[in-house]
Nanobody
Framework: VQLQASGGGLVQAGGSLRLSCVGSGRSFSNYAMGWYRQAPGDQRELVASHLTAASGDRINYAPDVKERFTISRDDAMNMVHLQMNSLKPQDTAVYFC??????????????WGQGTQVTVSS
């Protein structure tokens, strides 16, 4: 089972990037998929998460990205994307995609991608 992230790079402040993550080895359609980031010297923090649910998708964003980033997923392709607009230097970090599920039998199970570097210059 593997998550492979891509799409990071160097961009000027105000620019945009689109991160993508593809899963392999199993279907992640029942998993909450999302993105975390970690800047040097900081703890890893949640950026956005998406859970597909029959009662309505559950999407969460960190407060400082809520109006600028959009998470989406394509369960048929086993992918999750993060569209990042109006990027700021403080968005500079390594971004990790993740998939998580909780079941009564196994508890919480998480998979992590390898991370992709996003650097925003001022």
């Amino acid at each position: 089972v593997q998550l492979q992230a891509s799409g990071g790079g160097l961009v000027q402040a105000g620019g945009s990037l689109r991160l993508s993550c593809v899963g392999s080895g199993r279907s992640f359609s029942n998993y909450a998929m999302g993105w975390y980031r970690q800047a040097p010297g900081d703890q890893r923090e949640l950026v956005a998460s998406h859970l597909t649910a029959a009662s309505g998708d559950r999407i969460n964003y960190a407060p400082d990205v809520k109006e600028r980033f959009t998470i989406s997923r394509d369960d048929a392709m086993n992918m999750v994307h993060l569209q990042m607009n109006s990027l700021k230097p403080q968005d500079t970090a390594v971004y990790f995609c993740t998939a998580n599920i909780w079941t009564p039998g196994t508890g919480s199970v998480s998979y992590w991608g390898q991370g992709t570097q996003v650097t925003v210059s001022s």
